[in-house]
């Protein structure tokens, strides 16, 4: 099997296994929906300073889902004793990496898409012009953080306090990609053009790639026998 | 502006205590690390004699202490 | 060796202090109060320095397993740990004083902030993983990612804090420093350099008797 069909081999299972159990995707969507309202409730009806705070709540949103939902991304395997069988694959495993890290990324575009519309919805952002800019943004903050994510799921993976470790790992490591992203929201969602934010995009594009190349490089020496 | 001399003084003290710490640290370990060596060294050094010793009860057998206890 | 290291150092430190208060002049704007900074400044080169270290012999250990390059990795990363708690415990004290706060989101405090967590993050995933083979492999990877996520940090914290203006350099030109007080930073700097060597340098071979007693 060659390196590309494995990878895809990878993500079609475990999206087929969340189309099926809906579990992942149903626990996150619930997770931002109640978010939605603790952020709501949190900074109280004052209409501007919702406004104001509202690129960070959107991130902060998303980060927290990715780290629920990334937590779980080897769950599968652990829970039905496939991390062994995931260690005797033979050849490179960096496309159990990349198979992983595609089926996150789906699995976070559904979530996240929902979760924007909510916020437009809820606090009554008008994205008009703003929107290509601001998905070519989500789109390069989620590849940071599912690249990150993944590899950290996979070291988590027989640790025990797995849940605590992850998130503890994962945020300080994310922080470049946070502040990237919520700065480029903030200025495209005050209408400036893409070319104001370069550098930022710069930044995100330069994790991406750091991210993704530790990823595949390290991968083989995380699943190791 | 004042000299503020008290923060100077917080601020070496501060670092002597987390340097001073470590450092007392990396002793105690050190310490702890070389005691259980000696202990295992003596378990093994009284094991390693008592086998040598004749049997007292005669038999050809080593005495019962110095062999590994029955698993239940 | 190591005992050398440690009499070194202590040398050094008494040299570093005596720079920092009989040789350095009272500073203009801030007054002695500025004499911090010989603490604070040297501690945070060699946090990193010792950060790279860490990264080298990491990159060593998952190219060549030698046991020695791990050991070397760990003590690297928990000693740099210490300096950069050290910076970041000073630089508050420092900060009271001068800013008329204990903590402010300033750059450079918020960018060692977040790396201090990022290594304190990597010495709680090494305690928490029992098999020793393992953890030295995760314990790789992960310093892998955090030394490389360092200037990550320090750009993005620092874009941040600048708002609108993307520095096309490093960070903007600092003043000239006056030659005594670079010659009293540099003493000073070396001074924590070696104690740090002999940190490593210790803990590392407590690391070699640890994994002994557990053989």
Known sequence: MTYARRALAVAWKDLVVERRSKETLNALLFFSLALLFVFQFALGPDRERLAAVLPGLLWLGFILSGVLGLGRAFLVERENDCWEALQLTPGDKSAIYLGKLAGSLVLMAVVETLVLALFVLFFNVDLGPALPGLALVIGLGTVGIAAVGTLFAAMTTQVRARELLFPVLLLPVLVPVLLGTVKATEALLLREPLAAVAHWLQLLVAADVIYLAIGLLTFDFILEG | MPDNWTFVAAAYALAALVFGGYWLRLGRMQRELAAARTDREAVRDDRASRSQQPSKTGHPRPEPASRPPLQP | MTTLLGWLAGLGLVAGLVMGFGVAPREVTQGNVQRIMYLHVPAVWVA????????????????????????????????????????????????????????????????????????????????????????????????????????????????????????????????????????????????????????????????????????
């Open chain 3, 48 to 215: 990193y320095l010792t950060f790279t270290v860490g990264f080298a012999a990491s990159i060593a250990y998952l190219a060549g397993r030698r046991p020695g390059a791990d050991r070397l990795a760990h003590a690297a990363c928990e000693v740099g740990t210490v300096f950069l708690g050290v910076n970041i415990a000073t630089g508050a004290i420092w900060g009271k004083p001068t800013w008329g706060t204990w903590w402010t989101w300033d750059a450079r405090l918020t960018s060692v902030a977040v790396v201090f967590v990022m290594f304190l993050a990597y010495l709680l995933l090494r305690g928490a993983i029992e098999d020793h083979e393992r953890g030295a492999r995760y314990g790789a990877v992960l310093s892998i990612v955090a030394a490389l996520n360092i200037p990550l940090v320090h750009f993005s914290v620092y874009w941040w804090r600048t708002l609108h203006q993307p520095p096309s350099l490093l960070k903007p030109g600092s003043s000239t420093m006056p030659r005594v007080i670079l010659t009293a930073l540099l003493v000073n700097f070396a001074a924590q350099a070696l104690l740090g060597a002999y940190f490593v340098a210790r803990r590392a071979r407590l690391l070699a008797a640890e994994e002994e007693a557990l053989a």
